[in-house]
C-alpha cells in the first residue's frame, strides 16, 4: 500500500469469509438468538424510526440503561461500536508512539493489533504452561516496560481462564497506567465481575459487550464503565455519531430485559463442564473454563476430520504449539462436534 | 483528563443535546423519513436476523449492492460507519505525527479535527471573500505545505459550493498526496459528481453516504470508493466488525431502491432557489448552493427569533464573522423559517 504510514509496514487488511452453514463454533458467539419477545418488541421500535435522523451522539436513554443496571451515573458510561471502537479510542486517547501496552499472553490479539496500529509496543506477561494467569509474570513486566497501559481479560480470550479479585486489585495497584479489565465473556461465568472496583480505582476502566451472552453481535455494542474522567478520553476522540439508532434501540430493549437471559447461564455452566469431562476421558488436553468456550489441543486428525464435517474451531498458534478455542452451541452442535472427535480420538 | 496524550491537550469531549422537537434545520438531514416501501421491506429483514451472529466483517453484499450501482467492483469498495469512520481510518492509517493536510476553508470542520486526533497539522486554503472555490489558495498551500493528504468536499458543507472537474483534477495532477473528495451532498445537485475520476487517478478516494439524500442518517453507513490499494489502507487499520448487520441490511435495500429518491432531487433544487430568491429579496446575504443547505448570514435579531421558535439553524464563526447554515426542511418547515426572518428582517 502506498500510502501506509511507514511504521505500519507489513501489516495486511484482515478478511474472514461469512459463515452461514455447518456448525459454527469459531466466534464465541451465543448460540441461541436473542428471546424473541425482545426482537418482537424491537420490530415495533424499528417501524417507529426516523431514519432520516442522526441518533443521539450520546447514546444517552441506552447509557441511563446500562448505568442503571449497574447502580451507577450516566457519566460513568461509554458506548461503543463494540469493545472493539472502545479499545480502539483508550488507545488513540491515551498512548503516543513509543509507549507500552503490557498485555496478557495468550489473550485477545486484537489487543496487541490496536497497541501497534495506535504507534505503541505490546509487551507480553506469559501464562503458566497450564495457561492458568502467572501474576508474577504480569507484576515484573508492569515493572520492567513502565508501561502507559495495561489490558486484562478476565475470564480470559481464548483460555477462559477468570482473574482473581484479588490478583487484580494487585495489578492495578502495582501502576499509575491506565488498566483495561475487558469483562466481555463475565456473564458465563455466574459471577459478578469487577465493576464494583472503578469505585476504589481511578486508573480502571472495565469493558463489557451485548455480543456474548446477551446473543447481540450482529447490533456490534459494546461499553465502558469508569470514572467520568477516562470516560471523557474515549469521547474526546470517538466520531461524534458513533452507534446507530437501530443499535441504541436493540441494546436498549436487551439490558431492560436481561433477566430474560438468566436461565441461559446454567446451559453454558453444565455444557462446560460436560464437554469437559468428555474430553479428558478420551485424553484430550484441555483446560477449565468460566466462558462459553474451552481452550484444548485437538490433534491434526481431529481438525481435519471437524473441517470435513463443516464444524468450524478456531485454530490458534502459541509458543510454536497450535491449539484450538472451540465455543459451546447447541445441545445437538456439542452432540455433533463430540461425536466428530470420539470418532477420531 | 489524566490519561490523555499530551499532544491532544486541550481537546474535550464534544457533546450535543438530541432534538426531538421543534423545526430541525441544522443537520443537514433529509426533511423526509425513507420511503414506506423500504422500511417495510427491511422490517421483514430484521424479523429474519440471527442476532447472535456477528456481521460479515467484509459487508460483501452491500458492497456487491454498491459497485453494482457505479459500475466498479467489490474491490473498490470499503464501507465504514458514516463517512466519518472512513475518515479517520485513512487518517489514521495515512498520516503520522508532524504530517500536514490541506483542507478547504471553510468546510466540513471534522476533517481539521481528525487531523489533529491523528498528530497531523491542517493547512487551510481560504476560500474567495464570496465563498466561492479559490483554486490558486487550494495550489499554492499544496505546494508550500507538501501536505500527505489533501481533503476536498464537493458540494462543499458548509457553503454549497461545488468544485468543478477541472479544478479537481488540476489538485489532484498537482501531487503526490492522497486526494480525500467527499461528495456527501453530491446527490442533491443532480450532477452525477466525479466518482468517474478514480479510473484515471492512483491517488483519488471519493466518500459517499446513505446519510442525506438517502434519508439514512440514523443507520450510519458511508462508504469510499478507490483502487483496491487505497481500499486496503481502511481495511487494515479499521476494527473487523465495524457495519453491524442492521445497517448493513438497511444500507443494501436503501441502494436496490435508490430509483425512489429520484423524484426528491427537483424538491431540494425547487427550494434553494426559492429560499435564495426569498432572502435576497429581503436583502439577506445569502449564497447559491448545490446541496440541500444554504450558507447565509442572518442578524442576531433573526437568530433570537429563530430561536424563541424551536427553529434551530447552525451558526459558525468564519474569519471572525457570524454565519447561518439553514438545511432545506419539509415546505412547512421552509414556510414556517421564512416567516420568522421576514417578521425579523
Known sequence: MKYLRKDLEGMVPYHTPY???????????????APQQIIDLYVEEV???NFNRYPDMDSTLLKDAIAKAYDLKRENVACGVGSDEILQCLFNAVVSKGDKVVVMNPSFSMYSEYAKIYGATPVMADANPDFTFNLDNM???IRNSNPRMVVLCS????TGIMLSEDDVRKIIESTDALVILDEAYIEFSGEQGLIKLINEYSNLVVLRTFSKLYAGAAIRLGYALSIKDNIDLIDTVRSPYNVNVLTQLMAKTIIEH??????RIQYFKDQRRAIYEALTKLGIEVYPTKANFLWM????KINEALARENIYVRTMTFNGEKYNRVCIGTPDEVEEFLKVVRQNA
Open 155 to 158: 475470564p480470559n480470550n481464548p
Open 297 to 300: 489441543k485437538l490433534s491434526d
Open 139 to 141: 507484576l515484573n513486566a
Open 19 to 33: 459463515l452461514t452453514e455447518g456448525i459454527i463454533l469459531n466466534a464465541n458467539e451465543s448460540p441461541y438468538n
Open 47 to 49: 417501524k417507529k424510526i
Open 258 to 263: 436481561k433477566v430474560l437471559y438468566k436461565e
